[in-house]
Structures are given as structure tokens and as C-alpha cells.
């Protein structure tokens, strides 16, 4: 997975601020197939835990081929927020 600039300089005063020490990318089944999530909870036993760009990123072990993903930051009219592109 990568994560853009942006999105770091999003992220980490947040995780900062709220006494976080990452995120998790998980895979939840819904109505119209799989879809990810991204948390702030703890690693679970089996989780892939890396460090991109100097954020502990946990990825659930469902999860097979994340090199595709970008965590990046999008515009919205409601304000910035943090999306994950395929």
C-alpha cells in the first residue's frame, strides 16, 4: 500500500492529537461484495503490521494484495478527508 504526502500530512497530526499509534485496513463482506475499512484499532494476532512513511499500518491477513492501494487524500464539499484508491 502507499500513502501519498498529503495524506500523511492529514493523517499524522490526527493520529497525534487523539493518542492513536495507527490504522487498520480490514475487509468487511457487503451487499455488493467485499469492501475495505480503515480503523484506528489495535493489530489483530494475525494482521501484516507495517510502517509507510512513518505510519503503522496493520493489514488484515484476509487482505492478499494491497500494492495496488493508495491511501490518499480527497476534496469534498464537506472538507478534506482520507480515501482509499484501488
Given at each position: 500500500m502507499?500513502?501519498?504526502n498529503e495524506a500523511k500530512e492529514l493523517l499524522e497530526p490526527f493520529l497525534k492529537e487523539r493518542g492513536l499509534g495507527g490504522l487498520r485496513l480490514t475487509v468487511e463482506t457487503g451487499e455488493f461484495g467485499p469492501q475495505f475499512a480503515i480503523t484506528f484499532d489495535e493489530?489483530?494476532?494475525?494482521?501484516?503490521?507495517q510502517e509507510i512513511k512513518g505510519i503503522r499500518v496493520a493489514?488484515?491477513?484476509q487482505l492478499s494484495d494491497t500494492d495496488l492501494l493508495t491511501l490518499d487524500v480527497e476534496e469534498t464539499p464537506e472538507g478534506r478527508g482520507i480515501v482509499l484508491r484501488s
Open positions: 502507499l500513502i501519498t493489530p489483530q494476532e494475525f494482521d501484516v503490521v493489514i488484515d491477513a
